[in-house]
């Protein structure tokens, strides 16, 4: 029904926002990663959404890119996932990471996002595999952050292992010459990420 919005920020409250569309306000929910990308209150913002409407509720969820919006889509047709898990879940993590993680089988990334635990997380892996995967990633900009490997994964492995955030794992991971060795490539990463 409402597929975008266009107007002033008026409000910014985590997860909250009101966006004045001449005149009207719309409040909108919207993942972390969305509310950190919204400029200044005062200034346009233009939001792709999802509108919900429930018995006792009607939500309007807002995206700032399309890549968001499709995989917030996607977690909803998964048994047991509602609009609020699906937001968690891309306020816990980028699409790219959930991508990466439903191709990997991961659990253990997903179970860190708040309010998701194990058994959530091994139903979203399984009810996403194949229908989440290199083509959102690739919408959100992160085909190059998917390892190309085997090198490349263990050295991705690594890097989580050692505590760093799958953003930061990736960027290191791009800068790494092609076809190195796990050790060296481990190596290089952690100068990287040392700077």
Do not use: W
Request: overall charge positive.
């Amino acid at each position: 029904m409402i597929g975008r919005l266009s107007g002033l920020l008026a409000e910014k409250n985590p997860p909250a926002i009101l966006v004045d569309c001449q005149g009207v306000g719309y409040d909108v929910l919207v993942p972390m990663s969305t509310f950190y990308a919204l400029p200044a209150p005062g200034e346009r913002v233009t939001l792709l959404t999802h509108f919900v409407v429930r018995e006792d509720a009607q939500t309007l969820y807002g995206f700032a890119t399309q890549a968001e919006r499709a995989a917030f889509r996607e977690l909803l047709r998964v048994s047991g996932v509602g609009p609020r898990t699906a937001l968690a879940v891309l306020s816990g993590m980028s699409v790219t990471e959930l991508a990466q993680a439903v191709a990997a089988q991961q659990p253990v990334r997903l179970v860190k996002v708040p309010g998701i635990g194990k058994k959530t997380a091994e139903r979203l892996l399984l009810e996403l595999k194949g229908k989440l995967g290199a083509d959102l990633g690739a919408a959100a900009g992160g085909s190059a952050a998917m390892p190309a490997d085997g090198a490349q994964t263990d050295i991705l492995q690594a890097l989580l292992a050692l505590g760093y955030s799958d953003k930061e794992a990736a960027a290191a991971l791009k800068a790494l010459p092609s076809g190195v060795a796990v050790s060296d490539g481990i190596r290089l990463a952690l100068k990287a990420l040392a700077r």
